[in-house]
C-alpha cells in the first residue's frame, strides 16, 4: 500500500522499497529509508507526542526562523509545533505523493496573535526511489503584503560527523553563530564538523553534496530558496538540549535550505514556492 495513516503519521511506501515517514505533527518527515538505509536523523530523545518541535527529521520553519523581537512567536515559527490536516495521497509507478495543509485557522489564537495574517500551506511530500522531495506552496490570503522565513531543518543521518563534508559552499558569505554572528567567507570546497558549527550561508548554489562519510552521498537540491544553514551542536550545546542525546552530536548533521537572510515578500492574493529534492548518489 503505497501510503497509510496510522498513530497522526503517514507511511509511504514506494514500489522499489523506498519509504518514508510524515507525522502530521509539524507535517514533520521522520524518516526516508533509500537504498535500505535511513537517511534522517530523529533523537532518541525527541519528544514524539505533540508537546514540543520533533528534535529531528525535517521541521518546517515558518513563518519565522530563530526568534524575531517583535513578532512573540517561539523560536522558528509554529509550523512545525502545530497538527497538520493530511489532504491525502496522489501516487503513480514513479512517485509517492502525499500533501498536507495547514492554515492560518488552525494555529492557537496567541500564534495568530502574534503573526496576523491569513495565509493557507500546502505541504507536498513526493517518495520516489532515489529521492524524497518536500515543497511548500504559501498563499497569502489577505489583501496586505506580508512578510516571512521560511527553512527546511533537515536533519541527515551520519555514522560519523567527523567524517561527513558538505560540498558547494565555497566563496559563500556566512554568518556565523558561535562567533557572535560575525561574517566570513567560505574558503573550503568541502565544509567539514570538528566541533559546534551553526552557519548562515547566504546566496548558496541550489546543488550541494552531504558526503555522509560512508561512500554514500545526499544530493540537495533546493528550488527558490537563498540561503543554507550547517548546523551540528557539539557537545555543550548537545548536553544542554533535553531532547536530544549527549553523544547524538556525532550521528547527524544538519543542512538547512531556507530564505532567512532576508524577509521573502508575498503580496495579498499571491502564492510562493519552494522546496528541496534529497537524493542518494
Ligand atoms: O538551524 C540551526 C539553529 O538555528 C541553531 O541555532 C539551533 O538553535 C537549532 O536551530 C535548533 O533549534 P531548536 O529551536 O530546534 O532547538
Known sequence: ?????????????????????????????????????????????????????????????????????????????????????????VSDNDEVVVRFGLKD?????EA?????????????????????KTFFNLKNEDEDTFEFNTLLHTYFSVPDVTSSQVQGLASCEYVDKVKEGAKFTEQNENVTIAGEVDRVYKKVQDRLI???????????EKSNLKDTVVWNPWIEKAKAMGDFGNEEYKNMICVEAGS??????????QTWTAGQTLTVA
Open 1 to 89: 500500500m503505497p501510503a497509510h495513516e496510522s498513530n497522526k503519521t503517514i507511511f509511504l511506501e514506494h514500489p522499489s522499497g523506498s519509504k518514508a515517514q510524515v507525522s502530521l505533527f509539524g507535517a514533520t518527515v521522520t524518516s526516508w529509508v533509500a537504498d535500505n538505509v535511513e537517511r534522517i536523523f530523529v533523537s532518541k530523545e525527541a519528544k514524539l507526542d505533540g508537546s514540543k518541535a520533533i528534535r529531528g527529521g525535517i521541521p518546517i520553519c515558518f513563518p519565522i526562523f530563530g526568534t524575531k523581537e517583535k513578532i512573540a512567536l517561539p523560536q522558528h515559527g509554529f509550523a512545525r509545533n502545530n497538527y497538520w490536516e493530511y489532504l491525502g495521497i
Open 105 to 109: 485557522t488552525q494555529i492557537p489564537q
Open 210 to 220: 552531504l558526503k555522509v562519510g560512508d561512500g554514500s552521498r545526499i544530493q540537495i
Open 260 to 269: 532567512v537572510a532576508d524577509w521573502v515578500v508575498l503580496a495579498g492574493g
Open 112 to 132: 495568530r496573535n502574534a503573526w496576523p495574517h491569513s495565509f493557507r500551506l500546502t505541504y507536498t511530500v513526493s517518495l520516489s526511489a532515489k529521492s524524497i
